[in-house]
């Protein structure tokens, strides 16, 4: 299987190529107001109106500055059952990697600093870890929404 | 393949039913209108057909049971009764149970169906007589279009015609009632003056006439003067023209008249140098200009037929998927976004031939944009039939006497909101019927018609629809509406509220004034969800009502929901677009406006104390505030409000995006479009950035109040 990699805060991440429709570059995104502050907003991806999602802010990372490597991962993701485009926002595009199964670890269940949740499981190549996402998780509804409750109280002060 | 037939057939299937429908209802008015029975018979007759062509052979059986019946209608041997109506009523529900269970639904218990086969036959008289109708085929009985024919009249009135008191006007201006009509007078026996006598008629005509009518219809026209006169009438038949390869030749048409023979024409025919035969047979004597006139005449009136005949097969519709549609209107919205962006590079370029170029591709835009909305547009009164049924059953099953009456059945209204309306309006109805309408005694007492009246009607109003559903009924009881909301907490007694105010809070969700619950309506579930239905169309809902004469409920409607007039707006670095259906107007906003309204957000406008809110507050939005503001007037929930914003930036033709999943619990955005720089703009729903700001404001002041109660 192939995977699109891409960085994240130093640390490798891996989704199914197939998940992956396009990258593009940064453009001006139309922040939605009462809206989580991961959701960053809107694009125009050629006439369609596409959310953004800033993987760092949803993963709990520090929110960090745009770079030229700065990047839009646009993704086919499962959320209840219908499949919606959504731009996710990453530090940088790697490349495209082929994996065995055999070269793909079960996630442990601690020190990865993420929901174990998302995680399809570890990839090595060479010496570098690659975290592999299950996207279609990560954008679950029930996921969406503990994280639109756990962000209510700050948008409503 | 075969799904693709069976989606056909379910397509068709769906409006012949919907056909079947309205004829029936329009029977149980008119018993004995041909017309009609001839209708509902085709209607049956080709569920038949092509159920039977597609296999689904338990609809074909049953049709072919209630088809039987109303060839016997048909042929006059049974006659229409009510209860015909309501099995067949009933057979029609049953079909569209069939088909269903053929998709996958419910599957039918056949005794259900035998029941009503049952009961149809036992309106025949003899069932053994019956004879099987025309087998299965496709093509109904009665071609659905009846062809024209053109026939050539000549009229040839005996000289003493006036003498029998006989106008030949009259008997041509009967004549050109039958169809398209085209009279030549012939002037050829007119004597010299000194010669001619006022009293007689020397003239006689030549008529094309192109009618649906037979012959005999035309020779019924000059009964009383065929006998003395000289009266001819040939039909122009498609032999002719096929004999002419396609077109129908001069000499034929003289010799069929009498005024040419075979002989004369071979003669004149050999002895032609010059191309044109008309005027050769003229000049060779054998034909007077008159006569070839007509048979000139005659040659244009087989062409123009023909032409139509043609232009018909051209204008018959096509069936397209709507999916098709939904994606022209899509790709439509992109054309309009990139020319936008087009007009926008070439106002700053300074070149008149770009700009040539970017007004023309404008242009081209709008008129395709149009065009493209305007397939999607659907008459609505193809529901109306539906809420025909409705009243009929409801008034039934209510014991209430009822009519429906609809208006503007022809207005269009974008498909995707028809359809979306049907749930709402089936409510509304049901509303009128059961709380407005009262039972036939109280209306007698009421000194009312004991049959009450509802109308739907449908008009346009600008860019929008306006929908009435008026009841003549008893109207709305303002005091249980009070009393209601008061045992709700909605109201508290010291409350003042106006009347339009009162009467609206049935749009509240769980309200309904009715104490006993019938299975009609009553429970509570009803306009809140209607007034949802609306509202998610980009439309609004009021209800007025006088006692004891009745209540309207006026639904404004969009036209269509892809693609919008907007108002851009500018506040800090954000730009928003109102719906400029709703935008009364802009007023600036000054500091010392504000100050003088004490800090308040309430503006004057021409004497009327409005509330707006700032958009930069709700959305909270950043940046300098400008010293003068910009006060958008729209209305909003019934009532007058204004958004504060930085810039009033102009008109905009707004394409429509949703903004998706995982922005669905967002209020107060209706969508995204894209301008003109290729950014995404967000789209104001008005209606529920009021309510929000109401509900702030009421905690507000609630906890105000809390404070001072603490405080005292």
Redo the contacts between chains.
């Keep these: 299987m192939e995977y699109l990699t891409f960085k994240l805060d130093g640390d490798e991440f891996a989704v199914d190529v197939l998940k992956s429709r396009e990258i593009v570059d940064l453009r001006?995104v139309?922040?939605?107001?009462?809206?989580p502050e991961f959701?960053l907003?809107?694009?125009?991806l050629?006439?369609?109106?596409?959310?953004v999602i800033d993987l760092r802010l949803k993963f709990g990372m520090a929110k960090a500055e745009t770079t030229q490597a700065t990047s839009i991962v646009v993704m086919d993701v499962l959320?209840?059952g219908?499949t919606?485009i959504?731009g996710t926002l990453v530090d940088s595009v790697e490349e495209v990697i082929e994996l065995d199964e055999s070269q793909i670890e079960p996630s442990p269940r601690i020190g990865t600093r993420l929901n174990t949740e998302f995680i399809k499981g570890m990839g090595k190549q060479g010496e570098q870890f690659l975290i592999i996402l299950d996207i279609d998780r990560v954008f679950s509804s029930d996921e969406?929404l503990i994280v639109?409750n756990a962000a209510d109280p700050a948008a409503s002060e | 393949m075969m799904d693709q037939y069976a989606e056909t057939f379910r397509e068709e299937t769906i409006e012949l039913l919907s056909e079947l429908e309205v004829g029936l209802l329009e029977l149980e008015q008119r018993p004995d209108d041909a017309d009609v029975i001839g209708r509902v018979f085709r209607a049956l007759h080709t569920v038949k057909g092509s159920a039977g062509m597609i296999g689904f052979d338990a609809i074909s059986d049953f049709t072919h049971e209630v088809e039987t019946v109303f060839e016997l209608v048909r042929s006059g041997s049974v006659a229409v009764s009510a209860e015909l109506v309501n099995l067949t009523l009933a057979a029609r529900d049953m079909i569209k149970s069939l088909m269903d269970a053929e998709f996958g639904g419910q599957p039918i218990d056949p005794e259900a169906a035998e029941q009503i086969v049952a009961a149809l036959r036992s309106l025949v008289p003899d069932t053994k007589e019956i004879a099987p109708p025309v087998e299965a085929g496709i093509e109904a009985t009665e071609p659905e279009v009846v062809e024209e024919t053109t026939y050539h009249i000549r009229f040839r009135p005996p000289a003493n015609i006036f003498h029998r008191g006989i106008r030949p006007l009259a008997l041509l201006q009967e004549l050109a009632r039958l169809g398209s009509c085209r009279i030549i007078a012939e002037t050829d026996a007119v004597p010299d003056l000194d010669e001619l006598d006022p009293e007689l008629c020397y003239l006689y005509w030549d008529i094309i006439l192109a009618t649906v009518h037979d012959e005999d219809k035309i020779r019924d026209v000059f009964i009383f003067v065929e006998d003395d006169c000289d009266l001819k009438i040939f039909a122009i038949n498609d032999d002719l023209l096929d004999a002419g390869g396609g077109e129908l030749r001069l000499g034929d048409i003289l010799i069929q008249h009498g005024d040419l023979t075979h002989e004369q024409l071979a003669q004149v025919m050999s002895s032609q140098s010059k191309p044109k035969l008309g005027e050769s047979l003229v000049q060779a004597g054998v034909v007077s200009g008159a006569q070839l006139d007509v048979a000139l005449e005659v040659q244009a009136q087989v062409k123009r037929q023909q032409q139509k005949r043609q232009a018909i097969d051209e204008a018959s519709s096509i069936r397209v998927r709507s999916e098709k549609l939904d994606s022209l209107v899509n790709l439509v919205g992109e054309l309009v976004t990139v020319q936008a962006r087009l007009s926008q590079t070439a106002d700053g370029q300074d070149s008149p031939v770009l700009s040539e170029i970017a007004e023309e591709v404008e242009r081209l835009t709008w008129e395709m944009r149009d065009h493209i909305l305007n397939i999607r547009m659907l008459p609505i009164g193809t529901t109306f039939s539906r809420y025909q049924r409705l009243v009929r059953d409801l008034s039934r099953e209510l014991g209430k006497e009822v009519q429906l009456v609809t208006a503007g059945a022809e207005t269009e209204l974008d498909k995707t909101v028809i359809e979306r309306l049907g749930d709402p309006l089936v409510h509304l109805i049901r509303n009128s019927i059961d709380h407005g309408l009262e039972s036939p005694e109280e209306r007698q007492a009421a000194g009312k018609n004991p049959k009450g009246t509802i109308f739907l009607s449908a008009t346009h109003s600008g860019a929008n629809v306006i929908l009435e559903i008026r009841d003549d009924g008893g109207g709305i009881n303002r005091e249980a509406i009070r009393e209601r909301a008061r045992t709700q907490g909605l109201l508290t007694s010291e409350m003042e509220t106006n009347d339009t105010e009162l009467i609206n809070l049935i749009f509240t969700p769980g309200f309904s004034t009715v104490g006993e619950v019938s299975s009609v309506s009553g429970r509570g579930v009803g306009m809140d969800v209607v007034k949802k239905a609306i509202d998610s169309l980009r439309g609004s809902i009021n209800v007025s009502s006088k006692s004891g004469e009745g209540t309207t409920f006026t639904v404004k409607l969009p036209l269509t929901l892809a693609i919008i007039d907007g108002l851009l707006v500018q506040v800090a670095e954000e730009i928003f677009v109102l719906p400029l259906s709703a935008v009364e107007e802009c007023i600036e906003l000054s500091r010392e406006d504000v100050a003088s309204a004490n800090n308040k957000n309430l503006i004057r406008v021409r004497g009327e104390i409005v509330p707006y809110l700032r958009l930069r507050e709700r959305f909270d939005l950043d940046g300098e505030l400008p010293d003068i503001e910009q006060v958008v007037v729209a209305e909003a929930q019934g009532q007058r409000v204004g958004f504060a914003v930085d810039h009033v930036i102009g008109e905009h033709q707004t394409v429509i995006k949703a903004l998706g999943t995982m922005y669905k619990d967002v209020k107060g955005l209706s969508g995204a479009t894209i301008l003109g720089d290729g950014t995404v703009a967000l789209i104001l729903d008005l209606p529920p950035l009021v309510q929000e700001a109401e509900l702030d404001e009421r905690e507000l002041t609630d906890s105000i109040q809390e404070k001072m109660i603490s405080f005292q």
């Excluded at chain 1, 139309?30 to 809206?35: A, E, F, G, R």
């Excluded at chain 1, 907003?41 to 125009?44: M, Q, S």
């Excluded at chain 1, 050629?46 to 959310?51: E, T």
Aim: aromatic residues 0%; hydrophobic residues 40%.
């Design positions: 001006s139309t922040k939605v107001p009462q809206s959701m907003g809107v694009i125009n050629r006439g369609s109106v596409v959310p959320v209840g219908e919606i959504v969406l639109q």
